[in-house]
Nanobody, 122 residues
């Protein structure tokens, strides 16, 4: 299984970006897709999750209301729409896949993609 994240870039505070994560190598019909991020000098943290079946979503408090995670089952692709970006959102963003929909921690992820850099200038 390969996960390919894209869509990062440089944006001013208040702007928007949309990240994509394309999964290949298997068809996902269960489990979940996650976005994590790692800011400079900080540990990687959970951002959002969506289940393949049912599209159940959950967000970390700092992005709830600004970020939206969605998926296209036919394309095996997950998106992270990021609006009202803040400088503190600057980080490398990683997508990850878990076979279990209930997995929420890094240790529960089965596959990881390479990160994509998001930089928000003030």
């Amino acid at each position: 299984v390969q996960l390919q994240a894209s869509g990062g870039g440089l944006v001013q505070a208040g702007g928007s970006l949309r990240l994509s994560c394309a999964a290949s190598g298997r068809t996902f019909s269960s489990g979940a897709m996650h976005w994590f991020r790692q800011a400079p000098g900080k540990e990687r943290e959970f951002v959002a999750v969506i289940t393949w079946s049912g599209g159940i979503t959950y967000y970390t408090d700092s992005v709830r209301g600004r970020f939206t995670i969605s998926r296209d089952n036919a394309k095996n692709t997950v998106y992270l729409q990021m609006n009202h970006l803040k400088p503190e959102d600057t980080a490398v963003y990683y997508c990850a896949a878990s076979r279990r929909a209930s997995a929420t921690t890094e240790g529960g992820m089965d596959y990881w993609g390479k990160g994509t850099q998001v930089t928000v200038s003030s």
